[in-house]
Antibody, heavy 121, light 107 residues
């Protein structure tokens, strides 16, 4: 079974930094595109970043570009999200998501349980 | 950015009802649309991709249709486990964007 276990979420002050990790198992991580998607409390879904299976391509939501960095370590089957200059608008549950190629595009499946990031003073 | 607009934002229905949820893209996205189901306290689950392809293990009472800018998710006979929030998502271009969600509630 695919497992995506995210960790690293915490309470952080505005302007602070946090690094999220996601431990992947049950599939060939080094052959899989991966993404982070977030969900603010009681709100909808917002895609944050995506990374190619070899780390050679990354894509970001405009509002996090320059502040967040997605990366991966295929030897450790791990995905990361380095988040700097955090603001209250970044408060959300962050999901680590596998992005399989199906019928022409990459989709989000499956999703991990998420890790909560709270930005507040 | 492509805006995804879902309607209605909520719908009240009974077990056995046929439920239809709409999703409109602010510009054409071909068939690059997915539908996800999310139950309280759990992560979303992929139901349908490329507008009409059913994800493995998803019951056949779920179906998707549409192309271009207008899409529909249909649940032909609502079951108790289908009460949830449904989101559409476009994969045509970055940034990848989701609709605001449709909550299917018990009447």
């Amino acid at each position: 079974d695919v497992q995506l276990v995210a960790s690293g979420g915490n309470l952080v002050q505005p302007g602070g930094s946090l690094r999220l990790s996601c431990a992947a198992s049950g599939f060939t991580f080094s052959a899989s595109w991966m993404s982070w998607v977030r969900q603010a409390p009681g709100k909808g879904l917002e895609w944050v970043a995506k990374i190619k299976y070899d780390g050679s391509e990354t894509y970001y939501l405009d509002s996090v570009k320059g502040r967040f960095t997605i990366s991966r370590d295929n030897a450790k089957n791990s995905l990361y999200l380095q988040m700097n200059s955090l603001t209250a608008e970044d408060t959300a549950l962050y999901y680590c998501v596998k992005a399989p190629w199906k019928e022409g595009k990459l989709w989000f499946d499956p999703w991990g349980q998420g890790t909560l990031v709270t930005v507040s003073s | 950015d492509i805006q995804m607009t879902q309607s209605p934002s909520s719908v009240s229905a009974s077990v056995g009802d046929r439920v239809t949820i709409s999703c409109r893209a602010s510009q054409g996205i071909n068939s690059w649309l997915a539908w996800y189901q999310q139950k309280p306290g759990t992560p979303p689950k992929l139901l349908i991709y490329t507008a009409s392809f059913l994800q493995d293990g998803v019951p056949s009472r779920f179906s998707g249709s549409g192309s271009g800018t207008d899409f529909t998710l249909t649940i032909t006979s609502l079951q108790p486990e289908d009460f949830a929030t449904y989101y559409c998502q476009q994969a045509n271009s970055f940034p990848l964007t989701f609709g605001g969600g449709t909550k299917v509630e018990m009447k």
